[in-house]
């Protein structure tokens, strides 16, 4: 039985070690042949480093490595190509800086190619590679997670270093534009696309392929390759968890799976699922690698509520690129993985975003209630169960009371920056909830105008109004634009809730309630 690939990014060393490799090579084929210059765009830990190193290894010709895959006979293996392959994970910038690392890592480079150089800047000596080597042979350049020196410092106390970084990889790829005859291949991933790097601007004939519908599966499995596969560590896993093969299948997809950048293909994240085959457990993997403290602090820098980005119509432009010293939230939990697209309206070419996964959307709602609120984690699960009791029991008081408990544990330390207090409470509300697993939506449009939140159980529907001010204004907002008619046909019962903040309280100072007879509605 063949092993699993954990954390291998080295296309060799699957052959070498007899690991499992999930063959994208049909797929990189198909890229190789319709074009030159790309960039891919995909979260962390989802594949980047061993596609770019599969790249590396066709274009070097190490035909044995290929043996089994779709590639093997379909590639003329006598033509190799000199490569420049560049891994900013490699670079130690945080040691050296950038501008030192880059020169140190440029010189191992050329010496690995015989190349002395003439040239003296780190600029100037990438270009000097590319035409050197690409004298005879055109030149493949690989260049991997092209934006850790900037994502690494977006910390506001770093934001310095960032911002430093960021030109000094404008003048790295200032020039490359002109070297078109030298190149034979120019390949870019990263997680963001940062707008203001000259790798977007220099190389504006750059493809973004990050939601091509052709390059949707690149990386990542999808649930067929995870059958055909990993088939004996399904068996394994459900043999341990004593459930069913479909059982299993289902909540796997459930905890790994969901990623998509078309809104059809969906992936699993192939660093979680790996981990979940070797422990045979359901837990957070990808998570953990990386906390994304920085994001939890630019959403509440920016007053915005978490609510907004989340399954909602958005344009493309809202997720598309943002800038470091104009961060769009949207575009971050996107790129960095936090949302992704479940579905595409082609006509309006907007986009629905949401959590990916169980895994995804429990890991990060737990660590912003965390940063939002300063509870304990058994003060947060006593909370959560009561609201969602108090939910399916209609008991609006414990609600109340469980929310009060909730905003009690906001420190004052945490408001200070804090402009929109109502935005930052339905923030609080939004994912204390999606955490209990309660079917909520906030602000939905109709024609009757804008509701703050709707919440749908098995027997109740609940309206919410949230007012810095008194429940009753909240309640005479909601019966006067009539936010609850939508659901006036639906079999269950509709209740309407207001809910008054005291800002100097720092909580909810009142609420109201009223249930909706139908019959009077109209």
Known sequence: MKKLGLGIQELSVFKEKN?????????????????KYYFLSRPRRFGKSLLVNTIQELFSGNKAIFEECWVYDKWNWEKKYPVIKISFAEINYRKHGLEEALDLYLLQIAKEHGIRFETTSYGDQFLELIKTLGRE???VVLIDEYDKPIIDYLEKSEMKQALENREILKTFYAGVKDQDKYLGFFFVTGVSKFSKVSIFSDLNHLTDITINDDCSTLVGYSEAEIKKYYGHYLELAAKKLKISHSQLLQKIKEWYDGYSWDGVNFMYNPYSILNFFYAKVFKNFWF????????????????????????????????NKYDIDNINITAIMFQTGYLTIKKINYEENKYILEFPNKEVRDSF??????????????EMAYIVDTLLEALYQNDMKSFFTALQSLFSSITLKQLEKVKEYEGFYHSIIYIVLKIVGIRIACEIQSNFGTTDAVIKTENYIYVFEFKMGTAQTAIDQIKKRKYYAPYLSDKREILI?????????????DFLFEKIEKENSE
């Open 137 to 139: 042979t055109p030149v």
């Open 19 to 35: 690991l499992i490799y999930v063959d994208k090579t049909a797929l990189i084929h198909k890229l190789i042949e319709d074009g």
């Open 288 to 319: 953990e690698t990386g906390t994304p403290t920085f994001l939890i602090k630019k959403l509440k820098a920016s007053d915005n509520k978490l609510n907004q980005s989340i399954n909602k119509l958005v344009k493309e432009s809202a997720f």
């Open 365 to 378: 709602l737990d660590f912003a209630v965390e940063h939002y609120a300063n509870s304990s984690t058994d």
């Open 497 to 509: 809730i207001g809910f008054g903040f005291n800002k100097a309280k720092r909580n909810i100072e």
